[in-house]
Nanobody
Framework: QVQLVESGGGLVQAGGSLRLACTAS????????MGWFRQAPGKEREFVAA????????YYGDSMKGRFTISRDNAKNTVYLQMNSLKPEDTAVYYC????????????????WGQGTQVTVSS
């Protein structure tokens, strides 16, 4: 049993920045990889970023490279998503997810999900 809670979403203007956080409870945080996904109205859930157990490897979706950074602090049981140069097309609900065995971009393979946090970027 793992619970994930996202925070840090909000309304920002295009070009602005936000930092999302996801805090885990229920199990040892360092035992699983973490990912961020997002879903906009009428669109499929999209891979955003992932980080391995220790944080040695990171992966990003194509549209996120150069703008977003994923990191983790295992001592705080928290994974972060720093989002810079935000665009209106980044507007979505952002979810964090935990994978108990692998670092992957495939949403369907993740074992636990948070409830999401809304990010809205105005033009």
């Amino acid at each position: 049993q793992v619970q994930l809670v996202e925070s840090g979403g909000g309304l920002v203007q295009a070009g602005g920045s936000l930092r999302l956080a996801c805090t885990a409870s229920g199990r040892t945080f360092s035992s699983y990889a973490m990912g961020w996904f997002r879903q906009a109205p009428g669109k499929e859930r999209e891979f955003v970023a992932a980080v391995s157990w220790i944080g040695a490897r990171t992966y990003y979706g194509d549209s996120m490279k150069g703008r977003f950074t994923i990191s983790r602090d295992n001592a705080k049981n928290t994974v972060y998503l720093q989002m810079n140069s935000l665009k209106p097309e980044d507007t979505a609900v952002y979810y964090c997810a935990a994978h108990t065995q692998y670092t992957t971009v495939i949403a369907g393979t993740y074992d636990y999900w948070g409830q999401g946090t809304q990010v809205t970027v105005s033009s």
